[in-house]
Every structure is written in C-alpha cells, then in structure tokens.
C-alpha cells in the first residue's frame, strides 16, 4: 500500500492532497518497555545483564508482523505510536548502539507502512528505567552519576516489581507489590536524583561533571544520540510523522522546596499527592547518603481514591548509601544541604524554586530546551518531521502549559486517563458521587471526558501559530473487577457482554474524543499480552492491550484476539476532502454522523472507514448538501466520498435496511 505523506499544518493534520486527515491508532506495544524474550516482570531479575541485553522482538518478531499489523489496519488504525526506549539502543554503553535492533526496528517501521499504517516514534520511560521500578534510561546511567541501583530497593529508593514481588508464590496479587503502585518511584529518591540532574545539572551541580561534560549535557546528549540513531534509520520512510520528544517525564525536585514534603494539593503544588512515602527532596538526599529517615505516609482512600496521610514510616532504616565507594552526592558538594550530628540539614531552602533572582519557569527553562534539540536532532534527517511534544502529565492536567518557544509542526501529544477506572479497576465503583469522579451516570461521565479533554485542546490553542492535539496516551485496564471476564472466557464463554463494561467506557472516551475532533493513539496493543494477573502487558501488571493472545481462539478470524473490539472499532472519516465541522458515531443505533466543507479542488475523496464489526450486514448512507458520488469498498470496509461541488455535506451511515 502506498501511504500519502501527512504533516501538521497550524492546528490540523493534512495529507500531501491537501485533505484533512484524522489520526487514530494505537501503542505498540506495551511489553517494548522490556527486553525479549523474557525481560518482561513478570520474570524474576537483579538487572545483572543490563549491559548484555536485547529488544530485538519487541513489539513482535518479524516473522509475526503481518498478523498484527494485519490486524491493526482491519480495525480501522491509521497510525502507532512504536515504542522503543533509550536502553533498547544504547543498553551496552555511551556511544554504542545495538546496530541489529536499529535495523530490526527501521522494518518494523517499514512494515507498518506497508499495512497503511504512519508512524510516529516514542521514546518511552517510566520512572526514568527498569532498575527504578520502571523502564526508559539505560542501567549504565545510573553508574555514569554514582549510583549502585542493586542497592535501591535495601535503600528504599525505589519500588521495584523484581524486588517486591515474592514469585515463588502463587498469588497474582501481593501486598508488597500493590497494584498500579509503580508511579510513587516519581517521590522516591533514585528518580529525584536522576530527573534533577537530567533537567537541572547546569543549574544546581555546576561542576559535576560526567565525560568532561556537566552531568545534565551528558544526559541529555546521550539521550539525544540514540534519537539520533534511530533518525538516520528512519529518514528514507514516508509514513513516519516524527518522534515524541520524551514519555511523560518526571521532574525530579524542579519547583519544590527543599524541606517541602506534598501531602495534599496545594496553590505552589495543585497535583494530587501519590500513595507511599512523602519524602522531601531533603528527606529524599538523606535516604540516598544512607540515613535513616521517618516521614509521612500517604494510602489511599478506599471511597476516594485520594492519597492521605496515614501515618509515619521509616526509610532506609538499614542506613544503606545508594552512592558508589568514592561517589560523593553532588548536591552535598554543592551546598545545597550538609550533614550535622548524622541529620540533613538544609543549606539552600529554595535552591529548586528560585535561580538567579527569579523563580524557575519549569515550560520555558526545562521543557522548551529539550523540545528544541529533539527537533534539531530529527530534522537534520528530514526535515518536515513533527515534534510530538509531551510535559508531565500532572502538571499538564492541573495547569501547566507548552513553552513559549515551541518548534514549528508541534503536535500536542499529551495523554489523558479515567483515574477512577485506571487505580480502582472497575468501571461503576460507587454510585456516590466522589471527589475522584466514578462513573456512576453514562452522562455525568461524557460530560466530564468532554471537559477534561477539551482543556488539552486548549492548551494547543495557545501554542503559537496552533498545533494539533493527539492524545497520545488513553484507555482502559481489561482485568476489570480482577479479571472478571477472564474467568467467563475461560468458562467458555464468547458473549460479547463479557466484555460490556470494558466497552462502555471506550465507547464514552471515543464519543468525546469525537466531538473535539481530536487524534489519539489507544494504550495499547500488547503481542505477548496474557489474561493473567500477574502478566498482563508484561510490565509491572498493567494490563491495558486490547489484544491478548488468549482470545485468540479462531485463527482464521482477523479480530480474534481482540478484547472489546465494538468499543474502539468504530467509523470514523480517515481523510476528508475539504473540512470537517463534525463527527460523532451513536453506538446503539450504529449511526455514524459526518459534517464536512466540500472543496472539489481537492484530488482525493473523502475516506470513511465502515468498520464490520458494527455493519455486519453492510450499511445505508444518506447525503445531504453539496452534490456527491458515493463508492462503496466492502472488502476495505470504506466508504468513498467523491465531491462533486463546493459547500457543506452532511453524511449519515446506519445499518443496512435490506434483507
């Protein structure tokens, strides 16, 4: 399949025909976060191979491809968002790169192509790397700072699966490693060292110096080579659209005062507080010198869902140092805190705040850097990539907005969750109204999807000279009410009312993602996904794949394997051949609603994917407005839309009324 080049343009995204076209897809996929075949967490590891590893094979090893991206273009996707990471490139060391996944990778970009599919390419992380409870940096990186992360989990530094969870038992789930608890790495140490220095090197540790380097340039400068790397790989492919500059960040101590421990929303911080212990950057750069340390501990609020205080814990009561023999903690060096009588004291209170006499503009000082080289890296290789621009996701959701300085052809590419289903798991919890928002009533729920979502688009309006918005990150977990329609598959059953809860929420995200006419990337498809507890997507037991192998119980079916398939699948107009005004798609009637300024100048039809699923029996179209020619494709589940003049056209499908 030929693909027709697309590009962000102001706010819109337009093929090179000139239509309006809508970006709707997926992540692939969530166990690329980890090395194959058997990195997944789900496998014990002490992360002693790190420098020996491999993620050729992630997302799917070749010789699968045409499955699933088969797969994908079936369902209607135009678009992945392929994970890799910093470690899957750079893993044996600075400067060398694993040249066999590089080209392992470049074809799966081609592959995806090949299927109809653009790309663009993820940088992923979460909680800065897999020996920090997470994945993203390589291990070498925490040697390069000082840093033993085998002494982390003795130090309370990190939250890690491999070191929690005891798998010589059989309970999937464990209180030592409770679900979805990988986030509090963020308020642990090892990160607030990691992301401090990444973002503020040059400011807090001046002469801490790596390869003759400040620490942050060679961070970032590594980083910023494996981007490369993968660049030059990909610059000959027409269906890659860019590269996401970095998966929801962290921001280490940036903003915060020294002694400042956030135990509740406040005006200096409005984001909610995380389950775990509330340590501050001066709690956290004690535990990490190896002293004991008693702070705040925050649990979550069953009828909430609110992190709260509850009582104290002691950190790293063993006093372990997580430097390395001869490491010196460079914000000691520095004269941020000193050491008196065996306790911290804090020397420079508002140290990551404040900066030569003002505060610290964490957008423009922090964030617009990075966004700059990450477009200056990629462009040198071709240079109409977009730049798919990501802050961290709580400081977007409670008010922070994109630089001032953003690259030209920025893509909003923030991501948005349902906390309520993502942390409790069910989709209606409580029919009490709630300070967290349950999904008590379909219509309180739309209305809150709609609000939360349309604050992201504006925040691309305010992007200079405007920018689309794709959600890159949104979804649902399918081990709902632990695993509940697990145990009706293995049972037996194959209703699709095993899957209704799953499909009432997709639907709800799809409905307002829809009236915004915003893109968006699904979390995500997962090859090696398993219906089980302590597997899932294979990385610390999240289990958002609208795939899973398990369902796959009719090979000769393109959608089997797929979990709540009527929930994403839907239609929705690919390309148009003008403008849109609107779109929305009626799940219980099956009526799908297109609005659009018909410009004939335009050499190419309005595509509208007609998916099966939802018109088995094939469907009717009524067209109003502008005169039109329509062209049925059945087998492409397509619909053509050739205009025949100028003005507006108003579309409706709905299932077929014939025999």
Same mark, same amino acid.
């Given at each position: 399949?030929?693909?027709?080049?697309?590009?962000?343009?102001?706010?819109?995204?337009?093929?090179?025909?000139?239509?309006?076209?809508?970006?709707?897809?997926?992540?692939?996929?969530?166990?690329?976060?980890?090395?194959?075949?058997?990195?997944?967490?789900?496998?014990?590891?002490?992360?002693?191979? +790190?420098?020996?590893?491999?993620?050729?094979?992630?997302?799917?090893?070749?010789?699968?491809?045409?499955?699933?991206?088969?797969?994908?273009?079936?369902?209607?996707?135009?678009?992945?968002?392929?994970?890799?990471?910093?470690?899957?490139?750079?893993?044996?060391?600075?400067?060398?790169?694993?040249?066999?996944?590089?080209?392992?990778?470049?074809?799966?970009?081609?592959?995806?192509?090949?299927?109809?599919?653009?790309?663009?390419?993820?940088?992923?992380?979460?909680?800065?790397?897999?020996?920090?409870?997470?994945?993203?940096?390589?291990?070498?990186?925490?040697?390069?700072?000082?840093?033993?992360?085998?002494?982390?989990?003795?130090?309370?530094?990190?939250?890690?699966?491999?070191?929690? /969870?005891?798998?010589?038992?059989?309970?999937?789930?464990?209180?030592?490693?409770?679900?979805?608890?990988?986030?509090?790495?963020?308020?642990?140490?090892?990160?607030? =060292?990691?992301?401090?220095?990444?973002? $503020?090197?040059?400011?807090?540790?001046?002469?801490?110096?790596?390869?003759?380097?400040?620490?942050?340039?060679?961070?970032?400068?590594?980083?910023?080579?494996?981007?490369?790397?993968?660049?030059?790989?990909?610059?000959?492919?027409?269906?890659?659209?860019?590269?996401?500059?970095?998966?929801?960040? $962290?921001?280490?101590?940036?903003?915060?005062?020294?002694?400042?421990?956030?135990?509740?929303?406040?005006?200096?911080?409005?984001?909610?507080?995380?389950?775990?212990?509330?340590?501050?950057?001066?709690?956290?750069?004690?535990?990490?010198?190896?002293?004991?340390?008693?702070?705040?501990?925050?649990?979550?609020?069953?009828?909430?869902?609110?992190?709260?205080?509850?009582?104290?814990?002691?950190?790293?009561?063993?006093?372990?140092?997580?430097?390395?023999?001869?490491?010196?903690?460079?914000?000691?060096? +520095?004269?941020?805190?000193?050491?008196?009588?065996?306790?911290?004291?804090?020397?420079?209170?508002?140290? /990551?705040?404040?900066?030569? $006499?003002?505060?610290?503009?964490?957008?423009?000082?922090?964030?617009?850097?990075?966004?700059?080289?990450?477009?200056?890296?990629?462009?040198?290789?071709?240079?109409?990539?977009?730049?798919?621009?990501?802050?961290?996701?709580?400081?977007?959701?409670?008010?922070?907005?994109?630089?001032?300085?953003?690259?030209?052809?920025?893509?909003?590419?923030?991501?948005?969750?349902?906390?309520?289903?993502?942390?409790?798991?069910?989709?209606?919890?409580?029919?009490?109204?709630?300070?967290?928002?349950?999904?008590?009533?379909?219509?309180?729920?739309?209305?809150?999807?709609?609000?939360?979502?349309?604050?992201?688009?504006?925040?691309?309006?305010?992007?200079?000279?405007?920018?689309?918005?794709?959600?890159?990150?949104?979804?649902?977990? /399918?081990?709902?009410?632990?695993?509940?329609?697990?145990?009706?598959?293995?049972?037996?059953?194959?209703?699709?009312? =095993?899957?209704?809860?799953?499909?009432?929420?997709?639907?709800?995200?799809?409905?307002?993602?829809?009236?915004?006419?915003?893109?968006?990337?699904?979390?995500?498809?997962?090859?090696?996904?398993?219906?089980?507890?302590?597997?899932?997507?294979?990385?610390?037991?999240?289990?958002?794949?609208?795939?899973?192998?398990?369902?796959?119980?009719?090979?000769?079916?393109?959608?089997?394997?797929?979990?709540?398939?009527?929930?994403?699948?839907?239609?929705?107009?690919?390309?148009?051949?003008?403008?849109?005004?609107?779109?929305?798609?009626?799940?219980?009637?099956?009526?799908?609603?297109?609005?659009?300024?018909?410009?004939?100048?335009?050499?190419?039809?309005?595509?509208?994917?007609?998916?099966?699923?939802?018109?088995?029996?094939? /469907?009717?179209?009524?067209?109003?407005?502008?005169?039109?020619?329509?062209?049925?494709?059945?087998?492409?589940?397509?619909?053509?839309? +050739?205009?025949?003049?100028?003005?507006?056209?108003?579309?409706?499908?709905?299932?077929?009324?014939?025999?």
């Amino acid at each position: 399949m030929t693909l027709i080049k697309v590009r962000p343009q102001a706010d819109l995204f337009l093929d090179a025909r000139g239509r309006q076209v809508m970006l709707r897809g997926v992540n692939l996929g969530g166990d690329s976060k980890t090395p194959y075949p058997d990195g997944g967490t789900q496998f014990p590891s002490d992360f002693s191979d +790190h420098r020996q590893v491999s993620f050729i094979g992630r997302p799917f090893p070749l010789e699968d491809a045409e499955e699933h991206l088969a797969r994908l273009a079936g369902w209607g996707f135009n678009v992945v968002r392929l994970l890799t990471t910093w470690e899957a490139v750079e893993h044996a060391g600075p400067g060398l790169y694993d040249e066999a996944y590089l080209d392992y990778f470049a074809e799966v970009c081609r592959r995806c192509g090949a299927h109809g599919l653009h790309v663009f390419v993820d940088f992923h992380q979460d909680v800065w790397s897999r020996m920090s409870g997470g994945d993203g940096a390589p291990g070498w990186t925490f040697e390069a700072v000082g840093l033993d992360f085998t002494r982390f989990p003795a130090a309370g530094a990190a939250h890690v699966m491999q070191a929690k /969870f005891d798998y010589a038992d059989p309970s999937d789930r464990q209180a030592a490693y409770p679900q979805m608890s990988w986030g509090s790495n963020y308020r642990l140490p090892a990160n607030g =060292i990691m992301w401090t220095l990444f973002w $503020g090197g040059r400011t807090f540790t001046p002469d801490f110096r790596v390869d003759g380097a400040n620490v942050q340039d060679f961070l970032q400068g590594r980083y910023l080579g494996a981007i490369d790397a993968v660049a030059r790989r990909l610059k000959a492919l027409p269906n890659v659209l860019g590269f996401d500059t970095l998966n929801e960040p $962290g921001l280490g101590w940036l903003g915060q005062g020294l002694s400042y421990r956030h135990l509740a929303p406040t005006a200096q911080d409005p984001t909610p507080p995380r389950v775990g212990p509330a340590l501050s950057p001066l709690d956290s750069l004690a535990v990490a010198r190896g002293i004991a340390t008693t702070v705040p501990l925050l649990a979550r609020n069953a009828n909430t869902g609110a992190a709260e205080p509850s009582g104290e814990t002691t950190v790293n009561p063993d006093g372990v140092s997580i430097w390395t023999r001869g490491a010196e903690c460079p914000f000691e060096r +520095h004269g941020i805190y000193r050491v008196e009588g065996g306790r911290p004291v804090a020397a420079a209170e508002d140290v /990551f705040r404040r900066h030569a $006499g003002r505060a610290l503009d964490i957008p423009n000082d922090a964030f617009g850097p990075l966004f700059r080289k990450v477009a200056e890296t990629t462009r040198r290789h071709e240079p109409d990539w977009a730049v798919f621009a990501e802050l961290d996701p709580f400081g977007t959701a409670f008010g922070r907005t994109f630089p001032d300085d953003m690259p030209e052809r920025s893509v909003n590419a923030s991501h948005w969750y349902d906390v309520a289903i993502l942390f409790q798991k069910t989709v209606d919890p409580d029919p009490t109204p709630t300070p967290s928002e349950t999904l008590a009533a379909p219509d309180r729920r739309q209305d809150r999807y709609l609000r939360q979502l349309s604050h992201y688009a504006t925040l691309s309006r305010r992007i200079v000279g405007g920018a689309p918005t794709l959600i890159g990150e949104f979804g649902i977990p /399918f081990d709902l009410d632990e695993g509940e329609a697990y145990a009706h598959w293995a049972s037996g059953r194959r209703d699709r009312a =095993i899957w209704s809860p799953h499909v009432r929420a997709l639907s709800a995200m799809y409905d307002a993602l829809d009236a915004l006419l915003l893109h968006a990337t699904q979390w995500n498809y997962t090859a090696s996904n398993r219906n089980s507890l302590r597997v899932g997507d294979g990385w610390n037991q999240e289990d958002l794949s609208i795939f899973s192998a398990d369902q796959r119980d009719a090979p000769e079916d393109r959608d089997s394997g797929g979990r709540a398939v009527e929930g994403f699948c839907r239609p929705f107009a690919r390309a148009v051949q003008g403008r849109i005004g609107g779109m929305g798609f009626q799940r219980e009637q099956r009526a799908f609603h297109l609005r659009f300024d018909a410009d004939p100048t335009i050499d190419a039809p309005t595509e509208i994917y007609a998916p099966r699923v939802q018109y088995p029996a094939g /469907f009717d179209v009524l067209a109003k407005g502008a005169r039109v020619r329509l062209e049925s494709q059945p087998t492409g589940q397509r619909l053509l839309v +050739h205009a025949l003049e100028p003005g507006c056209v108003d579309l409706m499908l709905k299932p077929s009324s014939r025999p």
